[in-house]
Structure formats: structure tokens, C-alpha cells
């Protein structure tokens, strides 16, 4: 079977991994694909949201199966134009992959199935909304409908901050059109970990839940990131739960959607914050999360590739699926600079040596072959996973193995997992 995979980050060569590791997948195309890509798949020169070359190519290449990494091509309704054309894609319809692309679409749904979320309000207008924010009063949280990169939410410590926020989204309308609407709401506090489930529209089969870490430097200091590492599984998530988060979040959504004959297929990321002992739900996102991915699925042991078509198939209650028992540890490095400017073209070393070791995984993000080298093409670089029996060796194992690459100005965090055992 041929297999295509959109997208060009660490999560994608991930996924091109373990689906080249399937025995029904003869083929992997990735598009655009990175440096690492390049090893394992054939890199295809069209980029994640240019829909129609990639159905174009699809067709032409008679591609049996395209998995989504990002979420814009989701949200532009690559899964609509694909299924029209009799095309097996993982991914939900544009649809519902408006719970992502719309905070909006996704509270009025939690809310309407009554699922655990902080107590928010829409607006339109900027003077509602503001005095909105002087009856809460602060911290509270002010977040811009649409997709923006991970920068359309506010936690604000004051009100003036708050008030300010508004203005950046509505009056500078920072995020254009993404800001027509936004959320105000409650501030949670506690820890937060995300959790993946694939979903048929009836079954739902969980991943492990694992933690992302967003700032760019130890302690969650720094600004906000694409993700600088993530570990899996989260100690601080009990067996119940984990149960209440099943049945409490992912159950009625599915079988909420359902009733009104919508079926949510696909990767379905639920990211929670555990606030006074209970989840709550900060958001949906409709794919796998970069850098969750990479210590989910390297936990995962069965066909990747068989899963998703049984998803695509609503099979998924027939799916084998085994667990490795090992816990990961994904460290991300990161150009000097990010996530601010950084510079491209630096030299990668160190890499050859790593390939031979079982216990340690890298997937390149911003990474690019020339010549017979490996430099850096983007903000986040590489995710190193180390494994091991528990997290404190995971953790060990990937810092040995971060500590043998090296390119110019290369930057990472030091703390990845120690929030695993702090339940504050
Ligand atoms: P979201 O895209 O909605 O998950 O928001 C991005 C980040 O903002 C989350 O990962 C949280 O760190 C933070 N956040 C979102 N909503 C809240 C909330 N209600 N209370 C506290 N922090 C929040
Ligand atoms: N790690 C967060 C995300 O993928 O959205």
C-alpha cells in the first residue's frame, strides 16, 4: 500500500516511522517532508496546505492512504475533498475539524453535553467584553476564536492586561479574522497533560496521556513554543482519572456528535488541566500533538497503519493493539533565537553515532539534507526520545543523547519530565 504523509515536523517523521514499520505499507510519500523524512519515505515538494496539488498528486500516484499531521489542511477540508473523490485520508471532515479551528464551535459544543470546561463567554465587540472582565475581574483568560499559531490565548494576570489583550485581538486584530470573536474565561490552575484517542465515531482507543512543555526555558519561563519536549506516561494521572476523562470528555462528545449524525473520525486531542483533583477541558485538537506524538507512538505497538484504516472504516473495536511498557522522554532542540528570529544552515553533527542505539529515537523537524550533510531549516530541529524502564532512565537516556549532537547556537530545555512527580 502507498501511504502519504502531510507535513514537515517531528510529528510527521514520527508518523512516517512507525507506519514504514507496518507490513501492509510498501510506499511512504511525505509532503514536504525534513531531513529525516528523507530517509525512511520519497519527500514530495508540496507544501501541507496546498490541497489541490496534493489531491492531484494522490490520485496520480494512486496513494491508498493520507495521514494529516498539522491541523490547517484539516481545517481547509483536505478529508472532504479527498473522500469525494473515493480517497482513503485520516482525519475528521472540516465539519468538526472546526473543534480545533474553532474555540468558539468547541466550547458551545462542550457545553452543550454538558462536558467538565472553565465557565467562558463569546463576544463580538471589544466594550462587552471588557466589561465583562471588570465584573470577573482578573486572572482570567482572553482567547481569540480561531487558529493563530498557538498565540490566540491570553492568560492575564490583571485586568489591564486583559483589557490590553482585547484590544490586540479586536482593535489591532493581531490574529485578522481568527479575532472577530473571542472567549473570555475562568482561570484554571493546575497541571496540565494531553490525551490522544483514536476515534471511529463509535470506539475510542486512548493513547498514553503525556505532557507537553510549552515555554522555551526551565520552569515554564520564556515565551510560548510549538512544545520544547513532552513525556509519556504522566504519573499525576491517576486511574480514575484518566476513566473520568474517557467518560466524562471523549464519550459524550463522540456519542453527542453522533446523535446528530456526525462522526468524529481520527485523532481526537483532548488537552486537560487538572484543577482541584478533576479534569477539566482547556481544548480539542483534531491530530496527533508535535511533540506528543513522538513518546505516544513509540508506546504504541501495533500497525499503525492497520489502525488508521480501521478508523477510516469504522473497524476500530476489531484493532489489535499491544503497549510497550517503557516510558519516553522527548527533548526538542531548538535553533538559537526560537521562538523568536533565528538562522537556518548550521551544520548538524553527532547524528550517525545515535542510529545505532535501540534505546534512543530522533525525528528531524527543521532539518534539511546537503550534500552529504545535515543542517538546521527551521525553529525546532530535532526531537530526541530516550526510553526506558521508568522516566527518571528515559529522561537520563535522552539528555546522554542530546548531549552528542551538536550544531551552532542550539538550544533546549534541561527539565523535561520533572514536572512528572510535583503535584502541585
Ligand atoms: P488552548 O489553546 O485553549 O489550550 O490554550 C493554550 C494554553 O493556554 C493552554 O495550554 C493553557 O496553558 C492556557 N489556558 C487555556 N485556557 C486556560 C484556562 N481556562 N485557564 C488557565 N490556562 C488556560
Ligand atoms: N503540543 C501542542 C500541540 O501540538 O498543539
Known sequence: ?????????????????????????????????????????????????????????????????????????????????FNDQGLKIFGPAKELAKLESSKVFAKEIMKKYGIPTADFKVFSQPKPAKEYIERKGAPVVVKADGLAAGKGVMVCESEAEARQAVDTIMGKKKFGEAGEKIIIEDCLQGQELSLLAFSDGETILPLAASQDHKRIFDNDQGANTGGMGAYAPVPLLDKQNFDKIINEIFQPLIEGLGRENKIYKGILYAGIMIFNNKPNLLEFNVRFGDPEAQVVLPKLKGDLADIMLKTIDGNLKQAKVEWDQRSFVCVVLASGGYPGKYQKGKEISGLEELEKQKDILVYHAGTKRENEKIVTNGGRVLSVVGSGLTLKEAKEKAYQAVDKINFKGVQYRKDISDKAFNKS
Open 1 to 81: 500500500m502507498k501511504v502519504l504523509v502531510i507535513g514537515s515536523g517531528a510529528r510527521e517523521h514520527c508518523l512516517v516511522d512507525k507506519l514504514s514499520q507496518s507490513p501492509k505499507v510498501s510506499k511512504i510519500y511525505c509532503a514536504p517532508g525534513n531531513g529525516g523524512t528523507a530517509h525512511l519515505a520519497e519527500n514530495i515538494e508540496i507544501k501541507a496546505d496546498n490541497l489541490d496539488r496534493l489531491l492531484d498528486f494522490a490520485l496520480k500516484e494512486n496513494v491508498e492512504l493520507t495521514v494529516v499531521g498539522p491541523e490547517i489542511p484539516l481545517a481547509k477540508g483536505i478529508v472532504d475533498l
